[in-house]
C-alpha cells in the first residue's frame, strides 16, 4: 500500500437530538493515498457528507464523535488541539462545499474572498494578494479574471461561483482536498468541464481528493477507488472499475442497478426495496441493510464481518455476490 | 396518432435594465421618444408538435429557455408571439390571468420540479390535491373527497398520508403528491419539470415507473423537461434539444442520443457520466453561452463555444432542416448523418 495521506478507522458519530440519539456512523474505516481519487457514494442519508464534516472537523455542536481515529498525515485529528486543527483546516485540508452560492459570502467580492485565504495561510506577501487571486481566478479557467475577480457571487453563473470555490479551496495548495457533490445543480456539460478541472488541478499539484456523489456513473468515471456508504456504514471499498463490475455486497449492486444508463427501458431498471432504517432506532440490526436485502441469511444477525483495512476489495457482508474469480476478499468475522 | 399541442413559431422576450417606470414616463413625457430597451430571447421562434399518448423529452443546459417555454405552454405567462394550440382551439389568445378559469385549463397540467417548494406549505397533502378539484371541477364535501382519494391511490400514495403537511413527507412522498395534484383533473397534457431532480436514485426508479403506468392508465401526453439525458432516453419517444431560446434538434430519443446530429447535441450526450464508459473521449465545449440579450439574428446561438464554428456560422444562422424523422439546425449536420 502506498502512503496514506488520510485514514479513518473505526470511526462512529452520533447527534443527540431532541427526537432521540443518531447513529450516523458506525465503525466507518477508510484511507485515501497520495494523489488518490476516492468517492464517497450513497443514497442521502448514508452519512457521506458526516464523514466529511468530521474530517474536517466542523462537526455540528450536537454530534459527538464515540469512538475512533481520523489520522492525517501522521496526526490524530480527533486529538489534536484547536490551534493545531485551525492550522490543518483550509491550509491543509480544503473543503468544497456543495452549493457555491450559499457557501460564498454574497457581500464580498470574489476576489477579495480569494485573498482572504491566501492571507489567512501566509501563502503570499500583502501587497501581492489581489495579483494572486486574479491568478488564481485564472488558474481555475475564468476569463478575464481582472475584471471578475471584482464581481460579487451573484453577478456570475452557477459554473462560475463554482470556479471561485475551488479557487479558495485550492489557494493554500492543500494535499487533501473534500469535494461535496461539487457539480449537482450544475448542467452536465458543466459537471464536465468542473471535474476536469479538479483532476488536472490535483493532477498538478499531486493532492488526493474524496469526492461525495450519489452519482454513480459519475464516481464511476471520476475516481480511483469507492467507498460506497449505507446508513452510517461502509459496506463496499473497492476500486473502481472492479466495483463497477462486479459488485459483491447486494447494496452496491442494487444501486448500479438503479442507475438509468445502465438499463436499455425502464422495465429493466430496479428500484431499491424499502427505505434506509430510521437511525434513531435502539434495536437497529448489525447489519443496516439486512431489513432491505434480499439475500438475508441467518448469519446477518450476527456482528458484522469486521473489514480489514489495507486489502483492495473489502465487503462487509455475510452472504455476499460470488466474485468473479470466487477469490475475491471475503473478510472473515474479528 | 393526431396532435394533442401544436406549438408555431412561439417567442417570449423580456425587456431588461429599463428605468423605474415613473422616471420612464418622466422622460417620455420630456423627450416625447420612447426608450428602446434590450430585451431578453428566452423562447425565440420555437416550434414543435407533442402528438397525443407521446412523451416528448426537453432538454438543454440552464438558462437556455426550457422553464420559459414550459411556463408558456401551461399558460402561466403570456407569450410575445406565436400560437399555441391545444387540439383545435388556439389558446395563447387569452391572457394568462384570463385563462386560470377557462375551461380548458386542466387540460394542461404541470408537475413541478422541486415537490417541497411547489406545495403550500400551510396545506396538508389532501388539501394541495383538492385544491384544482375545488377551482376547476367545483367539487365539494364527498365528491371531494372519494377524488382526492381515488388520485392518491392511484400514485400510491397512502391515505393516512393525506393529513401530513409537506414537511412531514418524504422526497418520494411529496413528488407523488405533486403528481397527484397535477392528474387530479384529468389533464390531456402533463409537463413534467424534472420530476426526479431531488430525488435519490432508488426513488427516482420508483417515481419513474410511476409516471409510466400513470401514463398507460390515463392516456395522457409527457412533457418531461430534464437534464438527466440517461433517464430522458429510457422515457421519451422523442427529444427536443434547445441551445439558447431555440430548438437546435429533434427527432427520436434513441436516435438522437446515439447518433446526435448537432454540435450541442454530442457535447452533451459525451459529458453525461455513463457508467461503465471513462470520461475521456468527451468532445470538450469551452467558453461560457453567448448572451442571450438582443443576440445577433444571423450568427449562430453556438458560435464561440463549438468546436466546428465557421465563417458561415458567423454571417448566416442555420435553420431547422430536416433528415427524416429528425431536425436540425446546423450547417454541417449532413457530415454526421449515419450512411
Redo the contacts between chains.
Keep these: 500500500m502506498t502512503s496514506s495521506v488520510l485514514s479513518v478507522e473505526g470511526l462512529s458519530v452520533e447527534f443527540r437530538t431532541r427526537s432521540g440519539i443518531v447513529h450516523a456512523l458506525e465503525n466507518v474505516s477508510f484511507t485515501v493515498s497520495k494523489g488518490e481519487t476516492v468517492a464517497l457514494v450513497g443514497e442521502s442519508g448514508s452519512g457521506k457528507s458526516v464523514t466529511a464534516y468530521a474530517v474536517m472537523g466542523i462537526l455540528d455542536p450536537v454530534a459527538r464523535v464515540t469512538v475512533g481515529r481520523i489520522v492525517f498525515d501522521g496526526v490524530d485529528l480527533l486529538a489534536a488541539k484547536r490551534s493545531d486543527l485551525a492550522a490543518i483546516r483550509g491550509r491543509a485540508i480544503a473543503m468544497i462545499f456543495q452549493n457555491p452560492r450559499t457557501a460564498l459570502n454574497p457581500i464580498r467580492p470574489v476576489g477579495k474572498q480569494i485573498g482572504d485565504m491566501l492571507i489567512r495561510h501566509g501563502k503570499a506577501p500583502r501587497r501581492n494578494v489581489p495579483e494572486q487571486a486574479v491568478e488564481m481566478l485564472r488558474a481555475v479557467g475564468i476569463t478575464d479574471p481582472a475584471r471578475r475577480a471584482q464581481a460579487y457571487p451573484f453577478e456570475m453563473s452557477g459554473g462560475m461561483c463554482q470556479r471561485v470555490m475551488i479557487a479558495i479551496a485550492l489557494a493554500a495548495k492543500p494535499s487533501l482536498l473534500i469535494a461535496d457533490e461539487p457539480t449537482t445543480g450544475l448542467d452536465v456539460t458543466t459537471q464536465a468541464v468542473i471535474m476536469d478541472l479538479i483532476k488536472d488541478l490535483a493532477g498538478k499539484m499531486g493532492m488526493a481528493t474524496i469526492f461525495i456523489t450519489h452519482d454513480l456513473a459519475l464516481a464511476g468515471q471520476r475516481s480511483d477507488r469507492v467507498v460506497v456508504m449505507h446508513a452510517g456504514h461502509v459496506v463496499e471499498t473497492a476500486p473502481t472499475a472492479k466495483l463497477l463490475a462486479h459488485p459483491r455486497h447486494p447494496y452496491t449492486a442494487e444501486l448500479i442497478a438503479a442507475t438509468p444508463d445502465s438499463a436499455q427501458n425502464l422495465e429493466e431498471l430496479a428500484a431499491i426495496a424499502g427505505s434506509l432504517p430510521d437511525l434513531r432506532r435502539t434495536d437497529l440490526p448489525p447489519c443496516r441493510y439486512s431489513e432491505r436485502c434480499s439475500r438475508k441469511i441467518a448469519a446477518c444477525d450476527q456482528p458484522l464481518p469486521q473489514a480489514f483495512l489495507g486489502a483492495s476489495h473489502l465487503v462487509t457482508c455475510w452472504n455476499p455476490l460470488p466474485s468473479e474469480n470466487a477469490s475475491g476478499t471475503r473478510v472473515s468475522a474479528a | 396518432m393526431t396532435s394533442l399541442l401544436e406549438v408555431a413559431e412561439v417567442s417570449k422576450f423580456f425587456p431588461v435594465g429599463g428605468a423605474p417606470g415613473a422616471w420612464r414616463r418622466l422622460k417620455r413625457r420630456l423627450t416625447g421618444g420612447v426608450e428602446k430597451l434590450a430585451k431578453v430571447h428566452a423562447v425565440d421562434g420555437v416550434s414543435f408538435v407533442i402528438k397525443e399518448g407521446e412523451t416528448v423529452g426537453l432538454v438543454g ?3 437556455c429557455g426550457k422553464s420559459t417555454l414550459v411556463r408558456a405552454l401551461t399558460r402561466l405567462i403570456d407569450i410575445g408571439d406565436g400560437h399555441i394550440k391545444l387540439g383545435a382551439r388556439e389558446v395563447s389568445l387569452k391572457p394568462a390571468r384570463v385563462f386560470a378559469r377557462d375551461r380548458d385549463r386542466a387540460k394542461i397540467q404541470m408537475v413541478f420540479q422541486d415537490a417541497g417548494d411547489s406545495i403550500n406549505p400551510r396545506f396538508t397533502a389532501f388539501e394541495a390535491i383538492a385544491d384544482p378539484l375545488r377551482r376547476l371541477r367545483k367539487l365539494k364535501g364527498k365528491a371531494l373527497r372519494q377524488r382526492v382519494e381515488t388520485v392518491a391511490s392511484q400514485c400510491g400514495l397512502p391515505l393516512q398520508l393525506l393529513a401530513r403537511f409537506s414537511h412531514q413527507l ?1 422526497g418520494g412522498q411529496r413528488a407523488r403528491v405533486g403528481i397527484a395534484r397535477a392528474i387530479a383533473v384529468e389533464p390531456d397534457l402533463l409537463i413534467l419539470d424534472e420530476p426526479t431532480a431531488a430525488l ?3 426513488v ?3 417515481i ?2 410511476l409516471l ?1 403506468r400513470l401514463k398507460q392508465e390515463l392516456g395522457m401526453s409527457y412533457l418531461f423537461v430534464s ?5 430522458v ?3 421519451c419517444d422523442r427529444v427536443l434539444v434547445m441551445y439558447l431560446g431555440k430548438i437546435v434538434e429533434s427527432g427520436p430519443a434513441v436516435e438522437v442520443f446515439e447518433h446526435p446530429l448537432h454540435p450541442y447535441t454530442q ?2 450526450v459525451t ?9 475521456n473521449k ?1 468532445l ?2 469551452v ?2 453561452p453567448r448572451s442571450p440579450i438582443d443576440p445577433d439574428p444571423n450568427v449562430c446561438r453556438f458560435y464561440g463555444r463549438c468546436p466546428r464554428g465557421t465563417d458561415a456560422c458567423r454571417t448566416t444562422m442555420p435553420q431547422l432542416r430536416s433528415f427524416g424523422q429528425r431536425h436540425v439546425a446546423c450547417h454541417f449536420a449532413e457530415e454526421f448523418l449515419p450512411i
Design positions: 443546459e440552464s438558462g418524504s435519490d436514485v432508488s427516482q426508479v420508483v419513474l415507473k409510466q437534464h438527466d439525458l440517461s433517464v432516453k429510457l422515457l457535447a452533451l459529458a453525461a457520466p455513463r457508467l461503465h464508459e471513462s470520461a468527451r470538450r465545449l467558453g461560457e
